[in-house]
């Protein structure tokens, strides 16, 4: 989610390994904005978007094992792609800011998982390393969230080795022990819950609430009923209330869910969001004065929903 040229849009990506493409989608209208943008040889896997000497872009990882980065203006490859080198995919990136530098963070696999597997950072105006590797996680790295913890930028990673690890983004040395997730981790989101700091991570089927300060479980692991797998977790704020949404695969015929949970009580919020593939991805946003859901499906299509009945 951002703007362009002042109006609220949505960033798409591929909708499998054979889509190549990035898509822009005005919220107001609910249009396709331009033509897609051939964004990797290969299949899009990872997203996300930031700013770059004021102009908005989106930074994407492929099967191709590079990250690029797109002005959303142009449509032009902002630099020559960042190569990660030691994977066969990037299978998340992520973009904030450490002392006052916007960077981006990208991770991979798929490639030899007998070593410790590197989260890499670069500045994302000049396309050079940041410091040395984030090293620690013994399988390949599947999802990067970036945020602030007692004012330091820090990065969270999952991993199919079933941890959850936070990092110091400044010195790149993890902060604390491991988070034991047990299982391998599909997603991590950042957020809130009655002022304490959490990260929320996914296995195939449970989400968990992490407390960021001390490390330790919150509760106990939450069954989701994404039978299918989850595929996607944020989390946000709704008439003030903190929510988890997740996102993925409910039925054996391919079709999905969106699920609003309660990270107060634990329990989820209204009837699952019905879509006729798996939802891959789920942003919360403010549009015309509504809080939303923006999903993006195995289908390619982007839909809003109006999360207000949710909460009330």
């Not at 929320?200 to 692991?221: A, C, F, K």
């Not at 988890?244 to 969001?273: F, I, N, S, Y």
């Amino acid at each position: 989610m951002g703007k362009l040229e002042g109006r609220p849009v949505a960033v798409s990506a591929g909708s499998g390994p054979d889509d190549t493409t990035l898509r822009v989608w005005d919220l107001t209208t609910g249009d396709p904005i331009g033509d897609p943008i051939v964004a990797h040889p290969e299949g899009v896997v990872a997203l996300a978007l930031g700013e770059v000497d004021g102009r908005p872009v989106a930074v994407t990882g492929g099967y191709d094992d590079a990250v690029r980065i797109w002005d959303l203006t142009t449509r032009r490859l902002v630099g020559e792609p960042i190569r990660l080198s030691n994977t066969e995919r990037v299978d998340a990136v992520a973009v904030g800011e450490v002392n006052g530098r916007a960077v981006v963070v990208a991770a991979g696999g798929w490639g030899d998982a007998t070593h410790k597997l590197p989260v890499r950072v670069w500045d994302l105006a000049t396309h050079e390393p940041f410091g040395e590797p984030m090293v620690g996680h013994t399988n390949f790295v599947s999802t990067v969230a970036l945020g602030e913890v007692n004012g330091r930028a820090v990065a969270v990673t999952g991993s199919v080795d079933g941890t959850t690890r936070m990092w110091d983004l400044a010195t790149r040395k993890q902060m604390g022990d491991p988070m034991i997730n047990g299982t391998g981790v599909g997603d991590v989101a950042l957020g809130w819950v009655d002022g304490r700091q959490v990260a929320v991570s996914s296995d195939e089927e449970n989400i968990r609430v992490w407390d960021l300060t001390t490390h330790q479980l919150i509760g106990v692991p939450i069954p989701t009923g994404h039978t299918y797998g989850i595929r996607t977790v944020v989390v946000g704020e709704v008439n003030g209330r903190p929510v988890a949404l997740t996102g993925g695969g409910d039925d054996e015929d391919g079709g999905g869910a969106v699920r609003v949970w309660d990270l107060r009580t634990r329990k989820p919020l209204g009837e699952r969001m019905r879509y006729a593939n798996w939802v891959g991805g789920v942003v919360v946003e403010h549009v015309d004065g509504k809080v939303v859901a923006v999903t993006g499906d195995g289908d390619g299509d982007v839909r809003m929903r109006d999360l207000s009945a949710y909460t009330r």
